[in-house]
């Protein structure tokens, strides 16, 4: 698929982009793709590029960009080393509701300015800590989000003010929710406070759960699940197809 490198001026900076479209002319929805943990890398370049062939236009931006040249980590090594994990876990940290809600402007608004996006309204998805911000960007911009898929997440249900099932009622989006198992981050009982805060506020969506560990859907994570991450893709275009504008 074709695709090009740019960068997207925030409040806070510049954030370094890749945009991946099918071939053809266009114009197509919009869609901003969150990463994981890990952050930009090849393989969510794939991932954007695969999504991009189901008819969109994929945002794929570096949201650790406040942190200037970081350096990549490595997944299949990251968890097991000390000052690694610490540092994965600060810049985790580093990015509040506050900061996703404002990139995410600068992101739609960049789309809506090209011409190879068509619509004022996007989908968003996201891989552990990006199926958070899917969530929670669906709930503090809610006017420019049309779809949300969230794959992974932890921390969609939380004691703190912040919690992101707490945003249900301001959410316009159609959400689509897949937990993975045995995942102390998103607990049966996480996904039940979640649906019925959703269903509470007339949301559109689906909270359900796959047979599969935390990072199934990206093939760097050690518990990468092929039959999941297929699951996840016709969701993933069951859901932009249904609920983003034509």
Known sequence: ?????????????????????????????????????????????????????????????????????????????????????????RMIGSITPDMMAADATAFFDFLAARPEVKGDAFGVCGYCMGGRASIIVAGRVPDRVAAAGSFHASGLVTDEPTSPHLLADRIKATVYVAGAANDQGFTP????????????????????????????????????????AERHWVALQDLFKTALPN
């Open 1 to 89: 698929m074709p695709s090009i490198s740019t960068t997207i001026t925030t409040a806070d900076g510049t954030c370094p982009v890749t945009l991946h479209t099918p071939n053809g002319s266009g114009p197509w929805t919009g869609v901003v793709m969150y990463v994981d943990a890990g952050g930009v890398r090849d393989v969510f370049q794939d991932m954007a590029a695969r999504l991009a062939g189901f008819g969109h236009a994929v945002l794929l931006p570096d949201v650790y960009y406040r942190h200037g040249d970081w350096a990549p980590f490595d997944m299949k090594t990251v968890f097991n080393d000390p000052k690694e994990r610490s540092r994965l876990f």
């Open 189 to 228: 009982r996480h996904a039940e406070i979640l649906d019925q805060a959703l269903t509470d506020a007339n949301v559109t969506h689906t909270v359900e759960f796959y047979p599969a560990g935390h990072g199934f859907a990206v093939p760097d994570n050690a518990p990468y699940d092929p039959e999941a």
